[in-house]
Nanobody, 125 residues
Framework: VQLQASGGGLVQTGGSLRLSCVAS????????MGWFRQAPGEEREFVAT???????????YYADSVKGRFTISRDNAVNTVYLQMGGLKPEDTAIYYC????????????????WGRGTQVTVSS
């Protein structure tokens, strides 16, 4: 599966952004989708993940640092996963990556098999 993330940009503290990640090449619903981020000089870290159960429910899980501020969602009709980010802080500045796996999604980089190119998010103070 190929992944293409977009939607990054420059925003002030407290602002909002919505990232999108379009998947192509395979059956989107077969994949759990996740978002990670990587700040300069830091390791890539988990942000959020969502997995569809085949019905009308999908399960989401968030890093503590973004819980209550970020929301992950997916639109299976257009093969897209979103990350709605609100209450942005300077420490949210990073390159954001979307990822996919057919396995049970986890919070580690090794838990995902496919990665898109990142999109830069910069939060000014």
């Amino acid at each position: 599966v190929q992944l293409q993330a977009s939607g990054g940009g420059l925003v002030q503290t407290g602002g909002s952004l919505r990232l999108s990640c379009v998947a192509s090449g395979r059956t989107f619903t077969d994949y759990a989708m996740g978002w990670f981020r990587q700040a300069p000089g830091e390791e890539r870290e988990f942000v959020a993940t969502t997995r569809w159960n085949g019905g009308s429910i999908y399960y989401s899980y968030y890093a503590d640092s973004v819980k209550g501020r970020f929301t992950i969602s997916r639109d299976n009709a257009v093969n897209t996963v979103y990350l709605q980010m609100g209450g942005l802080k300077p420490e949210d500045t990073a390159i954001y990556y979307c990822a996919a796996t057919k396995r049970r999604p986890g919070v580690g980089v090794v838990d995902y098999d496919y990665w898109g190119r990142g999109t830069q998010v910069t939060v000014s103070s």
